[in-house]
């Protein structure tokens, strides 16, 4: 069955008349970060619980660690470090306890854990919160002791659920540099994520999901360049009541695009944007026709564009 | 069949408990004093006044070991209801547990010991209370703490069963005003059931509380036979199992999909 930790083959799962994933094949490497890039109910997390052996696959044919999830669900799930959506903590326990208790469940001796929590809370950054009840602890702290607790079992593979959802810029910065001394170490991630920020810094490969459906795969650089231009110049302009739209604007380019200002062009509800190998060029070009956006902007592409190109959406609504 | 995770899931309750079992002890011996000094010395002046209950025994005793048995199934429905949905849906700890090894059915029978435990500790200090209060007939009331542990589960199961199937809240409060009062008021805690209408009667016999009860008393009162004892306590078991297996299966369908 090769190398891969996880395999999937046309991988499907339905609640009652709904298709959540529909028909994904996936192979996961050993020492790798592969994400699940998509928006929300594009059949992420669905997977996740599918690989993580709690969610039993309708169709298809799924081996996590060489083995059915649907028969060795608990030899799997000692081998795996969860890290789901929503922190679930056991709120009526101190940080360290959380771990303790939590270690006992893959049948490891009280002394391992006991070693492995002061690791851990060490590699999270807890140690002087080890007393402390999980309750009041900020988003960021919780979602490190959940990181924390995924670890415990010394896993061979973490899946991480939307792993900085609702955590403020330096909460997430945090979480990142502690996700990425993980990988260091060699250790097997797989994230979902709407964040394509997130992807680029974390993920090696990754799948672009949407409505259940693998949309493209491979490395952020690699999707990037098959699928948008190197630059993007980004137009906005004017919103007023019954004056002309991005739309309008689009076809007042018309007559550049034509004569190659940009390979593409998109147009979004308060925005254009012209993808192009030569931003500062069709900016000046726009300018030089007669067009005054408000704003401008040229930059490199993003997995944003990647995602925009393949679903005609934005990720994040 | 429940597995070594079912020992975590108890000894992390207990960690939690730890936390607050004082509170908790100063309830399960504060509650008995007031109750049977209310209800047993008082009342039961009264009532010993009277024609008095049946087999010549004081109130106090007959009531005691009665409320000993009512007692354990407010615990075990306590700790089965809210608690159980809010690890299912509020703080989704069952979620993270079944991340582990653990499959529902030790989460159930985790769940269960746990309840064994709180209510045994809860039974054992109306025992002592009982004691002190001089209501026990015969040394065999100590047995009424395992009868208290049987009847506990026989209402921890089933309840733990409903909440895993339940969205909201609300039905707590319904079995509390609805089936519980007035089990804990007609199932023979406070007067015999041969003093209610036959349909009544009739009703007080199939539920378990009235099983806990009139074996609890039989015990204190050293007055039990073997036979009706082994039926009362089968019939707590059953319940006890029946719930159980319902409350795996529940709990599989709800988080395991």
């Known amino acids: 069955m090769g190398e891969s930790l996880v395999r999937a083959r046309g991988l ?26 998509g928006p929300n109910g594009a059949g992420k997390s669905t997977t996740m619980r599918m ?41 009526e326990l101190t940080v360290e306890e959380n771990l303790l208790v939590y270690g006992r469940y893959f049948g490891l001796p009280r002394a391992t854990v006991r070693a492995r929590a002061a690791e851990l809370l060490d590699f999270v950054q807890l140690t002087d919160r080890a007393g402390d009840r999980v309750e009041p602890l900020s988003g960021g702290m919780k979602r490190r002791v959940t990181i924390a607790r995924a670890l415990v079992n010394d896993p061979d593979v973490v899946l991480l659920d939307e792993p900085t959802t609702g955590l403020d810029p330096q909460a997430r910065h945090v979480l990142w540099e502690r996700l990425y001394r993980l990988k260091q170490r060699g250790v097997t991630l797989v994230l979902t994520t709407h964040y394509m920020d997130e992807a ?13 459906r693998i949309a493209a795969q491979g490395s952020p650089a690699e999707l990037i360049a098959a699928w948008s231009t190197r630059e993007v110049c980004e137009l906005r302009f004017p919103l007023t009541e019954g004056g002309p739209g991005p739309a309008a604007h689009a076809d007042a380019l018309a007559p550049l695009t034509a004569r190659g200002l940009a390979e593409r ?20 070009a726009v300018l030089a026709h007669g067009l005054q956006p408000v704003s401008s902007l040229v930059r490199r592409s993003s997995l944003e564009d990647v995602f925009l190109r393949l679903t005609g959406r934005t990720l994040v609504d | 069949m429940p597995g070594p995770a079912a020992w975590s899931l108890f000894l ?29 010395l008082v009342l039961g002046s009264l009532v010993d006044r009277g024609p008095g209950v049946p087999g010549g025994v004081g109130y106090l005793a007959f009531l005691a070991p009665g409320l000993l ?17 809010g690890a299912i849906k509020w703080d989704r700890t069952y979620e993270a547990l079944l991340a582990t090894p653990a499959r529902p059915v030790d989460l159930v029978a985790g769940h269960l010991l746990y309840v064994a435990f709180r209510v045994t500790t809860s039974a054992a200090a109306f025992l002592l209370v009982l004691l002190a209060f001089g209501a026990a007939r015969s040394p065999l009331v100590v047995l009424t703490v395992p009868v208290a542990l049987l009847t506990g589960l026989a209402f921890a199961a089933p309840v733990t069963a409903l909440a895993a199937r339940l969205e909201e809240d609300a039905a707590f409060a319904a079995l509390q005003r609805f089936l519980l009062v007035p089990m804990f008021l007609f199932s023979g805690t406070f007067f015999p059931v041969e003093q209610l209408p036959a349909v009544l009667r009739g009703i007080a016999y199939a539920t378990p509380l009235w099983h806990g009860v009139t074996l609890a008393r ?11 004892a082994l039926l009362h306590a089968g019939y707590l078991l059953l319940w006890t199992a029946a719930g159980a297996v319902l409350a795996a299966r529940a709990l599989t369908r709800r988080l395991v999909r």
């Not at chain 1, 147009?267 to 069709?282: F, I, K, Q, W």
């Not at chain 2, 039989?218 to 009706?228: H, I, N, S, V």
Request: aromatic letters at 6%; charged letters at 20%.
């Open chain 2, 69 to 85: 048995v009512a007692a354990a199934m407010q615990t075990a429905t306590g700790e089965s209801s809210y608690p159980v949905l």
């Open chain 1, 265 to 284: 062009v998109e147009v979004l509800p308060d925005r254009l944007l012209l993808y192009t190998d030569d931003g500062d060029a069709a900016l000046s």
């Open chain 1, 12 to 37: 499907v799962k339905r609640f009652g008349g709904y298709t959540a994933v529909d028909g994904i094949d996936v192979d996961i490497a050993p020492g790798e970060a592969f994400g699940f890039l």
């Open chain 1, 51 to 91: 690989i993580g052996a709690v969610s039993p696959p309708t169709a298809g044919e799924l081996r996590v660690l060489g083995m059915d999830p649907a028969v060795d669900g608990p030899a799997i799930r000692r081998r795996l470090g969860v890290v789901p959506q929503t922190d679930n903590l056991d709120l």
């Open chain 2, 12 to 40: 992390q309750r207990l960690t939690a408990h730890r936390h607050y079992w004082r509170s908790s002890a100063i309830g399960s011996v504060l509650e008995p004093v007031l109750f049977l000094a209310a209800m047993g």
């Open chain 2, 218 to 228: 039989d015990l204190a009162l050293g007055t039990a036979e073997a036979g009706p």
């Open chain 1, 200 to 212: 680029e810094q974390l993920c090696d490969r990754l799948v672009v999901m949407d409505k259940g």
